[in-house]
């Protein structure tokens, strides 16, 4: 193993010691996806007139890839905001942690985080909701390279936009804007996605988060429910293609914007 990736490992343990010790954050990672999967699957129950699809079902699918989104891309862009403006990141480039080692501790944290973040969502939805899980080992295979390649693409571009964060009060702010109003042009809201207009979807499919909520329904939704995506068909292929183009463009927008210090320090 190579030093970077070693170094990255251990930094990734560090990370996400320092997490778990922040009962706060703690709380709503991990609460306030479960707690919009409560609310979704309560007030509209058997809202479509589909056999075996409830609301439930379909919102247990759609709050994965808010999940992911939401603990990748925002909770590393405040993140690395914060560590920046408090000197950790200053102290840490005087130290054998380069960029490579500090992205890989980073996109550690965040794949344990939401790897947790799952396993509440899927057991609300299981004991809560009765929804059934697949029993099809190909569905838990293209759950898993859906999940790797979403909290890659999704942590690349949180690593990226901290870039454009001034200070860390302010970053929660500027990166919720855009991840909310994607979240509602992509589907992850509403469904089907058909009842959006058609410019909304074309703007959606040219984003990540479109093709992550397609990609889980594809997963925990029965084949019978596809007549509800926007292509008529779950697209496996292009939902890999698209997020390995984000997973590229992120890893290049990191290692072009990334600075160990605030621009007034520097």
């Known amino acids: 193993m190579t030093d970077v990736a070693l170094i990255g490992l251990r930094r990734g343990g560090i990370e996400i010691l ?3 010790r922040d009962k706060t954050a703690l709380i709503f990672s991990f609460g306030f996806p479960a707690l919009l999967l409560l609310l979704f699957g309560t007030i509209f129950s ?4 589909h056999p075996g699809l409830s609301a439930a079902r379909v919102f247990s699918a759609s709050m994965i890839a808010y999940g992911i989104v939401s603990t990748a891309f925002i909770t590393m862009g405040v993140g690395i905001a914060t560590d920046r403006e408090d000197g950790t990141l200053k102290r840490l480039r005087g130290t054998p942690v380069t960029a490579g080692s500090y ?3 980073k996109l550690v944290l965040v794949a344990a ?3 947790a973040e799952v396993v509440v969502l899927l057991a609300v939805g299981v004991f809560v909701f009765d929804v059934p899980l697949p029993d099809d080992p190909g569905r838990w295979f293209t759950f898993g390279w859906l999940f790797v390649l979403s909290v890659l693409a999704c942590g690349l571009l949180g690593i990226a936009a901290s870039a454009l964060v001034r200070s860390a009060r302010t970053a929660g702010a500027v990166l919720n804007v855009p991840v909310v109003a994607l979240q509602f042009l992509s589907g992850v809201f509403i469904h ?5 207009p058609d ?3 074309t703007v959606a499919s040219i984003f990540p988060v479109k093709w992550m909520a397609q990609g889980f329904r594809s997963v925990f939704l029965p084949d019978s429910t596809v007549g509800f995506e926007a292509g008529g068909a779950w697209e ?4 890999a293609l698209v997020l390995g183009v984000w997973c590229v463009v992120g890893l290049v927008l990191c290692l072009v914007t990334f600075r160990w210090t605030n621009q007034r320090d520097a």
């Not at 089907?192 to 959006?196: D, H, K, S, V």
């Not at 496996?236 to 939902?239: A, F, L, M, P």
């Open 199 to 201: 410019w909304m979807i």
């Open 103 to 105: 992205f890989l501790g």
């Open 192 to 196: 089907p996605i058909t009842q959006l």
């Open 236 to 239: 496996h292929g292009r939902i």
């Open 18 to 20: 320092q997490f778990l």
């Open 46 to 49: 058997d809202d479509y007139d």
């Open 113 to 115: 985080l939401t790897a």
